[in-house]
């Protein structure tokens, strides 16, 4: 048994299609590229996959990651080759590599993600302002934000303090009334934050004009680390 | 539509994937090389209508041909609905997101009465004249097929064409005929006066309907000497030759009915009298053993998909089923590619085979024994008895289901209490048989589901003439049978008798009925087969501002001799037959499955020739 880890991009007009979808497209993208699939035992037998962490529909990736058992070792650039044969426009294996035995699956480690968030401003304000009102947010010990309730177990709406789980916030460009930001959040089983919620918050307390409606948002990269240092999980 | 107004929309609505195309196997194709563009809409939204095989084959078989290019276009949800229409958008294709009305065909299929009313607000949203004579020459001419097209009048006003029968040569035909007209650059109507005379075609602005005092259809004629008097469906005849598709679109979202679908035959030998598909779909042709597997690794290998499912209208009854089944579980069980087998019967050659088809992945399991008692069973000539069905389950429970579904009509002709009481008895007669397996053997959970749908009398079935159960009728029935199956182990579901009410208005309508149909769309109907969205209060108030009472088409049992408003579609089944079955259907005397013997429906006669 092989495992290979990939790292792939979902923009375009794939960045519309559900975690559920993307699942099933996967599967059968490696069906028609007749990769040897590992299947599951029992009733509804399904090819073994994981993915690194669910992306909200609307958002689009260039750094989406999966590991997948294969039976037969095979070449990797023909892996890469085959598959991104039958991937749809917008979706394109760029890297992948094969796994060590014990490591630990792509979903267990992965702790942080990195953003960009293109947001419209309502009106025009000085660049100067922006970073000033940005590193206020930052200086706080404490950022309550609502957290959504996720859909299992009837959870109740709670407030939270986002600030552990912003790594790094910071303008990354700005011109004609819209703003860029760059974002490094936590991400995976240890702690989670979308950035919707980030810039809610941010239009919300440090008084930056964000035009929420028209946000669009990017990921650029997933992470993981070791010692205390960030690594993307390929590296 | 450019790309970052349809990315806008998609921000806004639900389930953007609906709309996005560029599924893979999906077409795209240079418009300037195009000379028809043609586009398949399915009058509701994007789920239900990527499970529809027939659109897979028409959508294929017309990219085929270099010159044409075909595109999809089905029912937006109400969110994109509201988005397009405060934004003064038009309806989209899915291949190029162009405005429908660009198009030169638009082709809907007819699968379901109560979808009647989207294909309306589709050409509304399209920016097309809803009704025939108001369209101009930039506007697309609209074609209407599939089997609600058997009773072709409720629509009548709303498209130019109809295609009656199948139409995968047709659909060709017309296309070729009307690239001749595209040159001589003539009015609309000299287009449909090219075509009229096509086999299977049926212009309704070209008849004239004429009804007397108590409103009863009288005539029904031509308005001209060369129009066919009588339109006949076509059919094909060999479906080794006809195109079918090897490559079919793989949803992005999950659809109703998300796997790969070969065709084995089409028709059914079986004549129940209630069954609309087993009279209008003769005669029985069968695709050979050899293109089905073909087609079928072909499928397989191009969509990636994890289930295939062998199609008709009696599966059980392919010839070489079990040949066919182990050879697919010997090619591709490995690959952990199930079999589905819908419509199967009940018997003990379908369990063996479910058996073998198991091993690979498992299915839900439906039977349709389709009437309570015997009594009745025998009335829709339908072949089955209790022993099959106990013995059946038995089987299956011994095999390891534990959750069984048991498919039910109600309403049907001469039934009374007893047959409902029949139902129950059944449902507690399986639940007794579970108990009886031996506990190491069956799975834990039981779960019995009972669901009933209310009988529609259809065209050109034995049952035509019928009076349909009234919203009364069916809501008491219901009623009693919910006290009746009040069950830990089972559960029991039926369908709204409003629904099947308005269904069977439309089923038998003539061309009045249109004018209510229009009424009720203006008045905010659609969706009308979601029960989230049909409006029975609605309904009833456009029907009686059209001073139209739909209990004339519905309550009525109609005399042999009434000319029905379908009578000049030809089927190839003769009156007769239907007159005959309707006969032995009263007297509860049963009509053998064809294939033993032939039973004299006439299909055999005009329209092939020869030997079924």
């Known amino acids: 048994m092989y495992r290979i880890r990939a790292r792939y991009t979902k923009t375009d007009m794939m960045k519309f299609i559900s975690h559920l979808d993307l699942v099933r497209l996967m599967q059968r993208a490696f069906r028609r590229a007749e990769i040897p699939l590992v299947f599951s035992k029992g009733f509804n037998p399904h090819p073994k996959l994981t993915f690194a962490t669910?992306?909200?529909?609307?958002?689009?990736?260039?750094?989406?990651?999966?590991?997948?058992?294969?039976?037969?070792?095979?070449?990797?650039?023909?892996?890469?080759?085959?598959?991104?044969?039958?991937?749809?426009?917008?979706?394109?294996?760029?890297?992948?590599?094969?796994?060590?035995?014990?490591?630990?699956?792509?979903?267990?480690?992965?702790?942080?993600?990195?953003?960009?968030?293109?947001?419209?401003?309502?009106?025009?304000?000085?660049?100067?302002?922006?970073?000033?009102?940005?590193?206020?947010?930052?200086?706080?010990?404490?950022?309550?934000?609502?957290?959504?309730?996720?859909?299992?177990?009837?959870?109740?709406?709670?407030?939270?303090?986002?600030?552990?789980?912003?790594?790094?916030?910071?303008?990354?460009?700005?011109?004609?009334?819209?703003?860029?930001?760059?974002?490094?959040?936590?991400?995976?089983?240890?702690?989670n934050l979308k950035p919707e919620v980030v810039i809610q918050a941010l239009a919300r307390q440090a008084q930056i004009p964000l035009d929420l409606e028209k946000s669009r948002i990017h990921r650029l990269e997933l992470y993981t680390t070791e010692n205390g240092k960030m690594m993307t999980p390929i590296s | 539509m450019n790309k970052s107004v349809l990315e806008e929309l998609l921000y806004k609505v639900e389930k953007p994937s609906r709309y996005i195309g560029k599924e893979i196997n999906s077409v795209s194709k240079n418009l300037d090389k195009i000379a028809v563009r043609f586009g398949f809409a399915f009058p509701d939204i994007y789920e239900v209508g990527m499970s529809h095989l027939g659109m897979h084959i028409l959508y294929n078989l017309l990219n085929q041909q270099e010159d044409i290019y075909c595109e999809r276009i089905f029912a937006p949800w109400t969110d994109m609905e509201e988005q397009l229409r405060s934004q003064h958008l038009p309806l989209f294709t899915l291949e190029t997101h162009s405005a429908v009305k660009d198009l030169d065909f638009i082709g809907f299929t007819l699968q379901y009465e109560l979808s009647y009313t989207n294909i309306i607000n589709m050409l509304d949203m399209g920016q097309i004249p809803i009704r025939s004579k108001d369209r101009r020459e930039a506007d697309p001419f609209i074609i209407a097929g599939g089997p609600c097209a058997y009773n072709p009048e409720p629509l009548a006003e709303i498209a130019d064409i109809f295609v009656i029968g199948e139409a995968e040569e047709v659909i060709l035909e017309i296309v070729e005929a009307y690239k001749q007209w595209k040159l001589e650059n003539k009015e609309r109507s000299s287009f449909l006066e090219r075509i009229v005379n096509i086999p299977g075609v049926y212009i309704p602005v070209f008849y004239q309907a004429l009804y007397d005092k108590t409103g009863k259809l009288t005539e029904f004629l031509p308005i001209q000497e060369e129009y066919p008097k009588e339109i006949t469906k076509r059919i094909i005849e060999n479906l080794d030759e006809v195109y079918y598709p090897e490559r079919v679109i793989v949803p992005f979202m999950d659809i109703v009915h998300d796997r790969a679908m070969v065709e084995v035959f089409r028709g059914c030998t079986r004549g129940c009298r209630f069954c609309q598909a087993g009279m209008i779909y003769r005669p029985l042709r069968e695709r050979s053993i050899d293109k089905v597997k073909s087609i079928a690794h072909e499928l397989i290998k191009s969509t990636g998909y994890e289930e295939l499912s062998l199609a008709s209208l009696s599966t059980s009854d392919y010839s070489e089923l079990e040949v066919l089944v182990k050879h697919l579980i010997q090619q591709h069980g490995e690959e952990k590619v199930g079999i589905s087998l819908p419509s199967l019967r009940l018997d003990s050659f379908s369990m063996e085979l479910l058996e073998e088809i198991q091993k690979v992945r498992k299915t839900g399991l439906t039977f349709a024994p389709e009437a309570g008692t015997q009594r009745l069973r025998d009335?829709?000539?339908?072949?089955?008895?209790?022993?099959?069905?106990?013995?059946?389950?038995?089987?299956?429970?011994?095999?390891?289901?534990?959750?069984?579904?048991?498919?039910?009509?109600?309403?049907?002709?001469?039934?009374?209490?007893?047959?409902?009481?029949?139902?129950?008895?059944?449902?507690?007669?399986?639940?007794?048989?579970?108990?009886?397996?031996?506990?190491?053997?069956?799975?834990?959970?039981?779960?019995?589901?009972?669901?009933?749908?209310?009988?529609?009398?259809?065209?050109?079935?034995?049952?035509?003439?019928?009076?349909?159960?009234?919203?009364?009728?069916?809501?008491?029935?219901?009623?009693?049978?919910?006290?009746?199956?009040?069950?830990?182990?089972?559960?029991?579901?039926?369908?709204?008798?409003?629904?099947?009410?308005?269904?069977?208005?439309?089923?038998?309508?003539?061309?009045?009925?249109?004018?209510?149909?229009?009424?009720?769309?203006?008045?905010?109907?659609?969706?009308?087969?979601?029960?989230?969205?049909?409006?029975?209060?609605?309904?009833?108030?456009?029907?009686?501002?059209?001073?139209?009472?739909?209990?004339?088409?519905?309550?009525?049992?109609?005399?042999?001799?009434?000319?029905?408003?379908?009578?000049?579609?030809?089927?190839?089944?003769?009156?007769?037959?239907?007159?005959?079955?309707?006969?032995?259907?009263?007297?509860?005397?049963?009509?053998?499955?064809?294939?033993?013997?032939?039973?004299?429906?006439?299909?055999?006669?005009?329209?092939?020739?020869?030997?079924?």
């Open chain 1, 54 to 191: 669910a992306l909200s529909v609307g958002v689009s990736s260039e750094g989406e990651y999966l590991d997948v058992e294969i039976k037969d070792f095979i070449d990797l650039d023909h892996f890469k080759a085959r598959v991104n044969q039958e991937l749809p426009d917008g979706m394109r294996i760029l890297q992948c590599k094969y796994l060590e035995q014990k490591s630990e699956s792509i979903m267990a480690i992965i702790e942080y993600s990195s953003y960009l968030v293109h947001v419209k401003l309502e009106k025009e304000v000085p660049e100067k302002l922006i970073t000033e009102h940005i590193n206020h947010f930052l200086s706080q010990k404490e950022i309550l934000a609502h957290k959504k309730p996720g859909k299992r177990n009837n959870e109740k709406e709670k407030e939270i303090n986002i600030r552990t789980y912003i790594n790094q916030l910071e303008l990354f460009s700005h011109e004609n009334n819209e703003v860029m930001l760059k974002m490094i959040l936590a991400t995976g089983s240890r702690g």
């Open chain 2, 379 to 612: 009335v829709i000539n339908k072949g089955v008895t209790e022993e099959d069905l106990l013995g059946t389950v038995e089987k299956a429970f011994s095999m390891g289901w534990s959750n069984i579904k048991l498919y039910f009509m109600i309403g049907l002709p001469t039934e009374t209490y007893e047959d409902l009481d029949g139902i129950a008895d059944l449902a507690h007669r399986v639940i007794d048989t579970y108990y009886k397996v031996p506990k190491e053997k069956r799975n834990k959970g039981l779960t019995v589901s009972i669901s009933t749908s209310s009988f529609v009398p259809k065209a050109f079935t034995p049952f035509q003439w019928e009076a349909q159960n009234t919203v009364e009728d069916i809501k008491a029935k219901q009623n009693y049978l919910k006290n009746k199956l009040r069950h830990k182990n089972i559960k029991y579901s039926y369908h709204q008798a409003e629904t099947s009410y308005m269904e069977g208005v439309f089923a038998r309508g003539d061309r009045r009925v249109g004018q209510a149909l229009i009424k009720a769309w203006e008045m905010g109907c659609k969706f009308d087969g979601w029960n989230d969205f049909f409006n029975y209060d609605l309904w009833m108030r456009a029907f009686e501002e059209c001073g139209i009472d739909p209990n004339f088409y519905t309550a009525r049992t109609r005399e042999y001799d009434e000319r029905l408003p379908w009578d000049h579609i030809q089927t190839g089944i003769r009156k007769q037959f239907l007159i005959n079955e309707s006969e032995k259907a009263k007297a509860g005397i049963l009509t053998q499955d064809c294939r033993l013997n032939c039973t004299g429906c006439g299909i055999n006669q005009g329209l092939i020739g020869g030997v079924c």
